[in-house]
């Protein structure tokens, strides 16, 4: 890597933060969800410290707050780079064994403490375009916690870079480390005030030279049918099964089309999610994407009308229907203000790649950031197969990404 002569500590840092368990909690009340997500906080505020960011803190809510000083007299305006230390509750976190795989040759990765757990290239074709690099991939009992530990390392290795260079001009920058993204409250509790940046950019991406500047606009809804209990030897004619309508309702929804198993690129879904009760009460939870913020009222008419459709099969069932935003396309804030994309994209080009501009079929931190007021798109980390066992990533993926922040950090200072 051309960083003047600067030897990357992604990597290192990684390994360490990968096998501390953060795994968040989606039942959890709390805030953070889970306290062990702190142990890693910690960790960070104390090499923040020992880099020299004198302000790094770690707030009761489980953020980290830091400032990376400017360099110049200019007014420039304040960057924000955040990334999440919590890893998702989808696959053990615990234990996790770190395995380098040097100069990788472009075969299958079996993994030794599970050896039905294979990386292959077929499924993970992205792995031929990383022949020749060093490979970190988990032992084959856990996922690996790429996401986003290999965020939160580059922001890291930043960091530790433009503490040791301020030669380099750049203005002031904000570091944050958020907990829970991975069930949804990554941004709950942030104080903005606090954090007090004007633009910013999550470190949560995939593949090298992908630029994310746009997500899903989503809501949650919960469709409940109520019905009449007696006791079932003596209830003909007086029983109204809640949990037979909402069965009924469930098969009615459509399998060709409008669900995540057969929808792809740009096109929204309905996705029931969970569905629990008993003969008075019967609840489905369903989460509802598109990327045009104005098709999520014509999903939910859709859905409301094959439950009254279903409600319909038992006479004497009542129902209710309820709709909850949850976050909003990045892309109609950041449409406002295209110098964000624009710079992030000039710094892909000075760092030697092409550039991919995507939407992503999720949401990030960033998409909620963007709506709070801090436009936000989000730039690669090569972490890849996310939320599984057969998670890796790409150490030079990773000393990349550095490389583009520096040169972000820079054409901000130089067009301010």
């Known amino acids: 890597m051309a960083l003047n002569n600067y030897t990357h500590t992604a990597a290192d840092r990684f390994i360490q933060y990968v096998q501390i368990d953060t795994q ?9 969800s889970t306290e062990k997500q702190k142990d890693l906080s910690k960790v960070l505020v104390e090499e923040l410290l020992a880099i020299g960011i004198s302000d790094a803190e770690l707030d009761e809510h489980g953020y980290v707050y830091a400032t990376i000083p400017a360099t110049t007299d200019k007014n420039v305006p304040v960057l924000c780079f955040c990334s999440h230390v919590d890893t998702a509750p989808d ?24 050896e039905s757990v294979i990386i292959s290239t077929k499924d993970h074709p992205y792995l031929k ?7 970190i991939t988990a032992s084959g009992n856990t996922l690996l916690g790429a996401d986003d530990k290999a965020g939160v390392a580059i922001i890291m290795d930043l960091a530790n870079y433009l503490i040791s260079h301020p030669e380099i001009k750049h203005g002031k920058i904000r570091v944050l480390f958020t907990p829970d993204e991975e069930v949804g409250r990554g941004v709950a509790a942030i104080d903005m005030k606090r954090l007090g940046a004007d633009f910013g950019y999550t470190l ?8 994310e500047g746009e997500t899903f606009s989503a809501d949650a809804a919960i469709v409940t049918f109520h019905g009449i209990s007696a006791h079932p030897g003596y209830a003909k004619g007086k029983i109204v099964h809640a949990i037979k309508a909402a069965s009924a309702f469930v098969a009615m929804l459509p399998r060709e089309e409008w669900c995540p198993e057969t929808t792809e690129g740009k096109q929204g879904f309905v996705h029931p999610t969970s569905i629990e009760g008993g003969l008075e ?28 459709k279903a409600a319909e099969q038992f006479p004497g069932i009542t129902t209710s229907f309820v709709v909850k ?25 000075r760092s030697n790649m092409e550039v991919t501009r995507m939407s992503i079929r999720g949401g990030t931190d960033g998409s909620r950031l963007s ?11 090569g972490e890849m197969g996310i939320h599984s066992k057969q998670e890796y990533v790409s150490v030079q993926d990773m000393e990349k990404a550095v490389e583009v922040l520096v040169h972000l950090a820079k054409i901000w200072e130089e067009k301010a």
């Open 371 to 381: 709506f709070m007021g801090l436009p936000c798109p989000n730039i690669f980390t």
């Open 129 to 135: 375009e990383r022949i020749g690099d060093d490979i």
């Open 325 to 349: 935003e949850q976050y909003r396309n990045m892309k109609e804030i950041l449409d406002l203000h295209p110098q964000v994309m624009d710079y992030a994209e000039e710094a892909y080009v």
């Open 24 to 32: 968040s909690d989606p039942t959890s009340p709390t805030q953070p």
């Open 204 to 211: 949560d991406g995939g593949e090298r030279g992908h630029l």
């Open 91 to 114: 696959c053990s976190g615990k234990d996790v064994k770190p395995i380098l795989h040097k100069n990788y040759d472009g075969s299958d990765i079996q993994l030794p403490d599970d």
């Open 281 to 308: 009460k019967a609840t489905v939870q369903f989460i509802v994407r598109d990327f045009d913020t104005a098709m999520l009222a014509q999903h939910e008419e859709r859905l409301k009308a094959i439950m009254h």
